[in-house]
């Protein structure tokens, strides 16, 4: 099946810096990748969704300035953090359509767990 | 407001019996229904699928039953393994690839020795 891969896997950084976590496609293409972010109990939220060679689309109540996404090619899509606070510290999962597959799922990441101190 | 719906935040299944988990949607123009199972620090992982045009589909030990008078589907594995032991989340979107998926808040099975 597809592969889905993030690098990194875990991050910890402190409270101020800018965190780039990175979704790679590894056997197909994707004009389209989704992030998401899991909370404590277990919720995953969508973020946005991530859109190669145009702006990312932001769900209600995600900040555009603090979490800034970019889709530079059709297997590759980023996730910045901007000047992290200890409330963004989560589990953040991006996934992604084979643009090629005749049906129709969506391959998730493994996942980078983010720690803010 | 939550478009789909997982009110039972857990649920403990003896091995060998059957879980049910259940699944409430609102939106009525959701097309395509889907189970994802998850375990701890990883990305969930596609289990099975069903379109609004059915009302049930089978894929060995799982079975997702759709009813879309109701906005109601659930998701039957049986018999229930120590593996089963995770998170399950229910989500839905539309037909198209590019489609977002709206999920729900998760159950957690234990399934029990």
């Known amino acids: 099946g597809a592969v889905v891969s993030q690098h990194p896997s875990w991050v910890i950084c402190k409270s101020g810096t800018s965190v780039k976590i990175e979704c790679r496609s590894l056997?197909?293409?994707?004009?389209?990748m989704f992030w998401y972010r899991q909370f404590p109990k277990q919720s995953l939220m969508l973020m946005a969704t991530s859109n190669e060679g145009s702006k990312a689309t932001y769900e209600q109540g995600v900040e555009k300035d603090k979490f800034l996404i970019n889709h530079a090619s059709l297997t590759l899509s980023t996730l910045t953090v901007t000047s992290a606070h200890p409330e963004d510290s989560s589990f953040y999962i991006c996934?992604?359509?084979?643009?090629?597959?005749?049906?129709?799922?969506?391959?998730f990441g493994p996942g980078t767990r983010l720690t803010v101190t | 407001d939550q478009q789909v719906k997982q009110n039972s935040p857990s649920l403990s299944v003896q091995e060998g019996r059957i879980s049910i988990l259940n699944c409430d949607y609102t939106?009525?123009?959701?097309?395509?229904f889907l189970w994802y199972k998850k375990y701890p620090a990883e990305g969930p992982t596609f289990l099975i699928s069903i379109s609004s045009i059915k009302d049930k589909n089978e894929d060995g030990r799982f079975t997702v039953f759709l009813n879309k008078s109701a906005k109601h589907l659930s998701l039957h594995i049986v018999p229930s393994q120590p593996g089963d032991s995770a998170v399950y989340f229910c989500?839905?979107?539309?037909?198209?690839?590019?489609?977002?998926?709206?999920f729900g808040k998760g159950t957690r099975l234990h399934i029990l020795p």
């Open positions: 939106n009525s123009m959701f097309d395509y």
């Open positions: 056997d197909f293409q994707a004009t389209t």
């Open positions: 989500a839905a979107s539309g037909m198209n690839r590019d489609d977002k998926i709206i």
């Open positions: 996934s992604a359509a084979d643009q090629a597959g005749i049906s129709y799922e969506q391959y």
